[in-house]
């Protein structure tokens, strides 16, 4: 898995997935997941479908989810707003552009890089 060592250096376990519907497939394996960070562009299904079935789920109400993308589009942003996300993450970002969105919505920090 390509991102863990960068996630167990902020303290967090990674559990990662190739494409939206394996993303929903490793929630439904993984009770203890705080924040999910979705990428827009992904194949099968993409972040904003991701989005949209995971909010449509009360299981999942309090899941923080983050955006990571090159969308700048104001009317894109907003449909993903409107569909449950919870910040953005701009392409390409730093441990620390991270660290801070992930305090905003209120994700515990373990450790800082």
């Known amino acids: 898995m390509k991102h863990q060592s960068e996630f167990a250096a902020l303290g ?3 559990v990662e997935a190739e494409h ?3 993303g929903l497939e490793r929630l439904e394996q993984c009770d203890d997941i705080e924040f999910v960070l979705v990428d827009w562009n992904m194949p099968v299904m993409n972040g904003l479908e991701f989005v949209k079935v995971v909010r449509s789920s009360p299981k999942y109400e309090r899941l923080r989810l983050v955006m990571v993308t090159t ?3 104001p009317a894109r942003m907003a449909r ?3 569909a449950g996300v919870d910040e953005f993450v701009m392409k390409p970002f730093t441990p620390d552009i ?3 969105k992930l305090k ?3 994700v515990a920090m373990q ?3």
Do not use: K, R, S
Request: net charge negative; charged share 20%.
């Open 111 to 113: 450790a800082t890089v």
């Open 98 to 100: 991270l660290i801070d």
């Open 71 to 73: 969308e700048t589009e």
């Open 80 to 82: 993903a707003l409107m």
């Open 104 to 106: 905003l919505i209120g």
């Open 20 to 22: 939206g519907q394996q």
């Open 12 to 14: 967090f376990d990674a």
